[in-house]
């Protein structure tokens, strides 16, 4: 074998593509490089085979073209020549027959596209007066890009040249043309019209998804050519009007009717008619597809938006129901708010005074909380006083009893400003002493009898009597009897103490009373009572 390549041949043959009737097809590749071809072996024993390979060679390396499988190089052996070719995805019989076996229909898409190289390449040969001579699929190369293309060019004579009949000098005998039957003569001519009949087999093939000419014999395959019906084949796989009529011109039996390959380039027939389905339309009916699918979707949206628009209309009505019903309940209680605000102002129809309280000074080792909370009033633990709301005294006539009082004095909240007075129901008036006492003293004066009270100042009325810091200092008041309502007033306006009896003002009163000070009450003797009747300012009245 000659040295002229350094492509890896013979026994490195990467994988045989295929076989043919005179040679077999390999791919190989170049030493030290990922390049991969095809390469066809044709063997020669004799002169003649020689001859036909250097044909095939000599019209491959004429024709290149993008619809011709490529020629790379040729070497030539000793008992073979290996043509290196440009290495295909498959052969058209390939293809079909991979979608036969899948069940499918080859698409227009890709039909159009096959259909329209192949005319490419037949109209560039024809185009030079050559006949192809073989069109099948399995002459037809596919690209890695999709591309199709002639391959073998064993069949490629002139126009005219004679061929005598056989299958070896004319192509395939199941894609001969009705002419090439006809018995007689020194053989055919190799004709352009013959390459439209393969042609037109291939287009109806690829459109069918079927072989329509069928047999293993001459005598069969001319039979069924000769029965060959192209309208009725037609009108059998539902073709439209348009292709049934590019196919009687392709498959008209009479050889010169049939569209030459320049003709049907020329009309742009195949693209009008195959092209139906061309990429733009295919892309149009995916969108149209596409945009039913979308308005599909955005309708079922619609319904579930208008779904949840009524459900939030419903829940809108129950919330303004509910709201119609809290307004209708706040008016209500808005209306007894006021009744009862407005009832609770008559009940205190007087404000409380702002000093009201009456305290009791305790001791909490002899008293207990229940005691004080008997006559209405309550224990401040921390302090052992017992704080009485004068509002309680006022209302239901509470009584100090000795129980809390005895040996020990009450007092008021400290008071520092307008006219207070206390009036009080003796039980036994000479058991009882009251007055004001200097609210800074209290905690000297917190237990005993107020009038001896050292060194506190002590403003006391009692049985008569006016009593300054434990001495007396005046007589001459009245001396009630028991049960008789004795009033206090203190005036923080003049600094005054001033005495009544039953309502009647005594003539002796103190003065110069302090500014802070506290009322002061004690109860002398175990047992009795005396009873706060009321406990004011008075200062409006005045
Ligand atoms: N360049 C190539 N790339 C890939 N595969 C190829 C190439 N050339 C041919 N083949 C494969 O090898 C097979 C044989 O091709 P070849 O041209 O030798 O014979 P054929 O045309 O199929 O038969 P015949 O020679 O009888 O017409 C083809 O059908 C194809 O599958």
Redo the contacts with the bound molecule.
Sequence with gaps: MPSRSDLVISDKFIRT?????????H?VSKAGSDEH??M?VLPFTSEADFNKNEHEIAKLQKYQHSNV??LVEVIEGDAAHYVV???????L??RVSEVRKLGTMMDRVTVFRIVSDVLAGLGFLHSRNEVYG?V?P??I?IGFDGRAKL??F??VVGVGTQKTSNSAEC??MQFWGPEMFVVGGNGVLGSQAGDMWAFGLIVLELLTGESWICGTNAVEIASSVGGFDVVCVCRQASMSSSVESLLCFLLSKNPQERLSSAELIRSGRLRSILGEETPLSQFIREELDCTKRTVDQLQTQLCERDNTIDRLKREKEQIQHTIAKQASTIAELTKKLGEFVAMEKRLNDKPSPTHSKVVAVENPKTETAKDVERIGGSVDPENAITVWDPRHFRKQGRRITSLVTTSKSCFSDKITRGVWRLSIRCGTYSATRFGVIDSSQLEQSKTGDLLNQPGASVFLLNVGYVYQNGTKIANGNQIPKDNTVVTIELDMNRHTLVLFVDGQRQPHSLANIPQNVRFALFIGHKDIYDEIVSFDEVSARK
Excluded: H, I, P, Y
Aim: some cysteine; charged content about 25%.
């Design positions: 593509l295929g076989q043919g009737r005179f040679g077999s097809v791919e071809f095809a066809k499988v490529g070719l440009e290495l295909c995805s498959c052969s019989a390939d073989d099948k399995s002459n190369l391959g073998d064993g069949g192509g395939t």
